[in-house]
């Protein structure tokens, strides 16, 4: 069970009713855990050690247990002082309740904390409200401190959940979308309504959201090449394609979408996947300065960044209709590549660091599908760039052809991109060419986000749609940071686009369809989002074809 909007959580339950595994799954998808463990351990108690050993073994190990001490008030201190990308799992209250024993007293301490708690937050605490009044003085007093925490805490979280005998009921869900986080607002899909003549204005219309410059994230946060993030389940696809050949359908089933089944299967760890509910655009505004800009439009990128908070363009349009949110999200400029370094090294890492804190925020609010877009000008030369330093491309053959409006070959525009990528290759021909070497030289703002939100969705287990040059460019540089992050992107189309069609090669990716749409980066996925859907609904409702009857001879 699974819902969405909720940052502080807390899960209550009676003794084996299946609280802790409940809690724990809230936060599987998070790449790095701290467990709070209240519970003391007790070497003379056999049975109480084997408690916890059961509970350490159920963790993954890529968690940290913290132990608090007797004293109630580094519980507090620890959840106050947490950092907005971290993620808490306390288990459980009724041990730092034991601390507090006998002196009892309200615990406003430990509800105000929880209340101003930056982190995501899960708290697993025992229901003591439906058994009997204990009948030794120290139990009543454990029940009155411990109900009394219960509802403290209860009151400061958004979510409250009751597990019994393992089935978890949603007993309060607050909606955590009001607290204060520095990242640019979600432009919400709007409600359907019927069309005139084709065309609704009305549905097309969203909220207009203001675009922040990146900021500087001040995080932990560790990007760095080798990084161990997760798999899809290597068992979960093959089965999901075993089972298409078992379903009731009149013709040979779904020929190139069994992939997109399969691919689900196994980002979602499950041989029957469901479909997308919820889906958040990315669309990356970042400009590149210098020839690779030539043929352009001064401002064309910002005009098309209002046009989506407006709810015009393809983009919005189609992020509309599939009921997705779009965000907006604006990368600082990069220099131009054939003088000189594109970003500083503090802006690569705050980039990195700033598109990964994207992802969690979109995973955090129930997003189970990332489409990257981006509308920046001189992307294609950067691309290139990209695939030149790490794939060894010749820029001319990835470089498409420049079309002005009106479909007119601007070949003198082409011939100064392609200048400029190979001055840049010129430039760094004896640098280093590692993931952020190549980000600060050649790459951009735009595709450094991009790389931290395919890092930062790997991490939570979120698959992402991929059909242009930034978000295939950010594919290839995260393969020397994290070469598990490619195994999370699916590959609608390629959209005849050169640079898309070589990264497809390196990665690994299989576009899935062959529609030659060029829309703009992040549309041609949106435009094949419905029938991606449609097959991941046929899977998961067709029944099996019925057995053959055999007659009697």
Not at 299 to 311: I, L, P, Y
């Amino acid at each position: 069970m699974s819902v969405e909007g909720w940052r502080s959580a807390l899960v209550l339950g009676g003794i084996r009713s299946g609280k802790s595994e409940f809690a724990e799954s809230l936060v599987s998808k998070a790449s790095v855990v701290r467990y709070v463990a209240t519970g003391r351990s007790n070497g003379d108690d056999p049975e109480w050690a084997a408690r916890i050993q059961a509970h350490r073994e159920r963790r993954p190990g890529s968690w940290v247990t913290e132990e608090v001490g007797p004293d109630p008030a580094q519980l507090v201190e620890l959840i106050a002082g947490a950092e907005p990308e971290e993620t808490l799992l306390v288990d459980d209250l009724g041990g730092w309740v034991t601390g507090r024993l006998p002196e009892g007293g309200h615990p406003d301490a430990l509800a105000d904390a929880v209340r101003r708690c930056r982190a995501r937050l899960v708290v697993v605490s025992p229901e003591v409200g439906l058994s009997l009044v204990p009948t030794t003085k120290v139990g009543r007093a454990f029940a009155d401190a411990l109900g009394e925490a219960n509802r403290a805490v209860a009151e400061a979280s958004d979510a409250v959940a009751l597990v019994v005998a393992g089935q978890p009921s949603w007993l309060r869900l607050q909606d955590a979308t009001q607290r204060p986080v520095d990242l640019p607002e979600v432009i919400a899909p709007p409600p359907a309504a019927p069309a005139t003549n084709g065309v609704n204005p009305d549905v097309l219309d969203v909220l207009t959201a203001p675009t922040m410059s990146l900021p500087v994230v001040a995080t932990g946060l560790v990007i760095q090449p080798g990084m161990d993030l997760p798999m899809p389940d290597e068992y979960a696809g093959p089965q999901a394609t075993d089972r298409l050949a078992t379903l009731d359908i009149a013709g040979a089933g779904l020929g190139e979408l069994a992939e997109v089944v399969s691919f689900a299967a196994g980002t979602q760890g499950v041989a029957v996947p469901a479909p997308w509910e919820s889906v958040r655009v990315l669309l990356l505004q970042g400009d590149h300065d210098g020839g690779a800009a030539a043929g352009t439009t001064a401002g064309e990128s910002t005009r098309r960044a209002d046009a989506a908070r407006a709810g015009e363009g393809a983009l919005a349009r189609l992020a509309a209709a599939a009921g997705a949110s779009l965000q907006v999200v604006a990368a600082p400029a990069a220099a131009p590549m054939e003088e000189g370094p594109t970003l500083a090294d503090d802006e690569v890492e705050s980039a990195l660091r700033y598109g990964w804190r994207l992802a969690e925020e979109a995973v955090d609010s129930g997003v189970d599908l990332i489409v990257l877009a981006a509308c920046g000008t001189g992307t294609e030369a950067a691309a290139a760039a990209v695939l030149a330093a790490g794939a060894g491309a010749e820029p001319s053959t990835v470089l498409s052809r420049v079309v002005q409006p009106g479909g007119r070959i601007d070949d003198a525009a082409w011939m100064t991109r392609c200048a400029a990528v190979r001055d840049a290759m010129h430039r760094t021909r004896e640098l280093p060419r590692g993931a952020k070497d190549v980000l600060a030289q050649l790459a951009g703002g735009d595709i450094a986000i991009a790389t931290g939100v395919l890092l930062g969705a790997t991490a939570r287990r979120t698959p992402v749609l991929l059909d242009g040059p930034v978000g295939v460019a950010a594919a290839i540089v995260s393969r020397d940071l994290a070469g598990q992050a490619r195994h999370w992107c699916l590959l609608p189309d390629h959209g005849r686009n050169p640079a898309v069609k070589l990264a497809a090669d390196v990665l690994g990716l299989q576009p899935l369809l062959d529609l030659r749409l060029d829309l703009g980066e992040g549309a041609t996925s949106l435009a094949a989002l419905p029938l991606l859907r449609a097959a991941l609904k046929l899977a998961a409702a067709l029944p099996a074809h019925p057995e053959p009857e055999v007659a009697a001879s």
